[in-house]
């Protein structure tokens, strides 16, 4: 298959371990891996704030860079930003955007996938030949959860990892309190909701806290260090992409 | 148009459907209150799972929901005609309909009702319509006494408190805090109660028993209203409602005129849809049904205020049509991760939680760019939680991403759309996006040694009071993938894949 990557603008600026991950486990895969260029930010921070008409160029620069009829797929290491896509592009174009905007934006989105949905829906794989021999908890993420509906997919890819010990998230449904902007203008309220999320995540004794989104993983991961519990956090990606040193000395790029 | 060719501007609502600070301001305080955040937190939990509990083992949940929210669309399609029909159906049966623009003309007909039967005491049935137009507080000042009956109503009231709850108006209280204000408030009670459950309820039955066999008007909200029969229908757990439903001499329903349902067969949906969403239980222990009136049995005379408090404005516009599908069951709030910290009273208004974010606005407007109601829409994190739990499926989290479209679009132009603009202008040009990231690099100079940014300027700074940030990493994605490193990683798991 060719597969597109959506890098999404966090995991392209912040976190391209992620996105690098992604890549190299599909490569990994057998499939043919491609990244055009033009791609930028899906403008779910836009319409999520209430700036939907700003959201307009982001929908038509993710067409422009996707809408390539040689691509098979769209794969990208976010759940929210998928969601976005698939959930808010269409609104946005139909809006403000022409009818031809909105033919496209379907074509596109209909081949948009997060990760854990495509390897497990579309490539019908659970066990990626992963290696990661370490306390791993999941939480699942509201946008995955609800929006894309991912259930037990994430799971099923983690359970088949050779040497993990998952330990299962206590209230693993509830919200970490990120929410994009909410966070920032709801700072206290957000900071509540991260508090539990922190108690549940040390409850399980767990070295790393995974999830299928950077942005929660930064909220998550930003309250984690301040409180120098000495847990991390990893993208999914990163995890699947993690194989046995001595069957291949390259694992996850830095 | 009207005759004028004026446009008719339905008006918006009044009463208790605006806080006096914004969302961020009053839950600052409500956070920093350990006591309540146990309090609601345990009893969110608690509903929480006994709902999933009876949700769950229905299986036919889902088409119910479903038909829910269809028959709520169908009745929201034709509200005017089929209020219509309600107004004959109840006056054929001998009740009297009255009709209420806002909440002072709401008052203003309860008010003269109870004054026309001599009274200067009434009963209080639970009611949210009663709540949003302040119907305690304007009987007060006309010198009426009014009596909660409903135990958590009463709770509140006697505490000179606010519910913070749709159905559990005192969930922010706990039992010990429920004691001290009976042997504080309540006349003749024993001085030696504890904070026992059942000794508390008998002392509040007692209090109201004499007022019961009293008091002889009574006001009532409803759940209910048959356009076909004109009956009203009133759901509760206690038994209370169903006392002041029929002994008193004269009742007055005040209701928002969205809780039609077409036909009786409708109610088959919702008493299933109801219990189980509020309350978790398979049925809910009272239901009370009244049709104008019948001689010799209950009330004698019978009024039906149906009020309008801003639900034409919010019918007018395609989101608060769909908010208006809201049957109060308040399983929104106890799954909401806001509300659990929060509570009620951070809201403001009488509609608290998720869908307290989205009607209050709605009914009351939020143009006024101070209007604590505007920060309503952003108070959620869109986790999605009330959308699953609610009977009728309303999307509250689209709705709530509409609101905020909708209140910047009237905000006049400000720092947040500079750097909206700005973004916008960044991120629709990968040439352009990549100086970005280039400037983004620049976070590693605040970062310094530690790799982390522990303290942002400006508007920022709420995210690093408790959070640290990364620094933005050396290399950026489509750094290392144009990279020699990055090609030959690539390169070496495509040779990987090959092999498998
Ligand atoms: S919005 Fe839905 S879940 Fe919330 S109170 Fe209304 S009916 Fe119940």
Known sequence: MRIALFATCLGDTMFPEAVSATALLLARLGHDVVFPERQTCCGQMHVNTGYQPDALPLVENYVEAFDDSSIDAIVAPSGSCVGSVRHQHGIVASRYGSASLCGRVDTVKAKTYELSEFLVDVLGVTDVGAYFPHRVTYHPTCHSLRMLRVGEKPLQLLRAVREIDLVELPQADSCCGFGGTFAIKNAETSTAMLADKLTDVAATGAEYCSAGDSSCLMHIGGGLTRLRTGTRTIHLAEILASVEPAVAPKGVPA | ?500
């Open chain 2, 1 to 500: 148009m009207t005759a004028l060719g004026m446009p008719v501007v339905p008006p918006r609502g009044s009463g208790n459907l605006r806080g006096v600070k914004k969302f961020p301001d009053a839950a600052r305080q409500e956070l920093s209150n350990p006591q309540l955040r146990r309090n609601i937190g345990k009893a969110t939990h608690t509903i929480r799972a006994k709902r999933l509990n009876v949700t769950g083992e229905l299986p036919d949940w889902e088409q119910l929901r479903d038909a829910g929210a269809a028959i709520k669309a169908d009745v929201l399609n034709r509200l005017p005609e089929l209020l219509i029909r309600l107004e004959e159906a109840v006056t054929a049966r001998g009740g009297v309909v009255h009709w209420a623009a806002d909440a002072a003309e709401a008052n203003a007909i309860v008010t003269e009702l109870i004054r026309r039967t001599g009274s200067d005491e009434v009963l209080k049935v639970k009611s949210m319509a009663t709540q949003e137009i302040g119907l305690n507080e304007h009987l007060e000042a006309q010198g009426i006494a009014a009596y909660e009956t409903d135990l958590a109503e009463l709770i509140v009231q006697l505490g000179h408190d606010k519910p913070s709850h749709i159905l559990v108006p005192a969930i922010h209280r706990n039992r010990a805090e429920i004691r001290e204000i009976f042997l504080r408030e309540m006349p003749g009670v024993d001085p030696e109660l504890d904070d026992n459950p059942r000794h508390l309820a008998a002392a509040a039955r007692k209090f109201l028993r004499h007022k019961f066999m009293t008091v002889p008007v009574a006001v009532s909200g409803a759940n209910f209203g048959i356009a076909e029969t004109g009956t009203l229908a009133v759901v509760e757990s206690e038994g209370n409602g169903r006392m002041c439903l029929t002994l008193p001499q004269t009742l007055i329903t005040v209701m928002g005129i969205e809780k039609l349902l077409p036909t009786f067969r409708d109610l088959e949906v919702f008493l299933q849809l109801l219990p189980r969403s509020s309350t978790g239980e398979r049925m809910n222990p009272y239901t009370s049904m009244w049709t104008g009136v019948t001689p010799g049995d209950g009330p004698q005379e019978f009024h039906l205020v149906l009020l309008d408090n801003g639900r034409t404005a919010a019918l007018a516009d395609e989101i608060g049509r769909e908010a208006l599908h809201c049957i109060r069951c308040s399983a929104c709030l106890n799954v909401c991760p806001v509300y659990e910290r929060t509570g009620g009273h951070a809201y403001g208004s009488t509609y608290p939680g998720p869908i307290g974010a989205v009607l209050s606005p709605q009914l009351a407007g939020m143009d006024q760019p101070d209007d604590p109601n505007s920060s309503l829409p952003f108070a959620s994190s869109l986790c999605g939680a009330c959308y699953d739990a609610c009977p009728v499926k309303i999307d509250i989290p689209s709705l709530l991403v509409e609101l905020r479209h909708q209140k910047v679009e009237h905000a006049r132009f400000g720092p947040e759309a500079a750097a909206m603009k700005a973004a916008s202008l960044a991120m629709s040009s990968s040439r352009r996006w990549t100086a970005a990231q280039k400037a983004a690099g620049l976070g590693r100079v605040l970062a310094g040694k530690k790799g982390k940014i522990t303290s942002l300027p400006g508007p920022l700074a709420g995210w690093t009071d408790a959070r640290d940030m990364p620094a933005p990493p050396k290399r950026t994605f489509r750094q290392w993938w144009a990279s020699d490193e990055g090609r030959a990683a690539l390169a070496e798991a495509r040779e990987e894949g090959q092999q498998r």
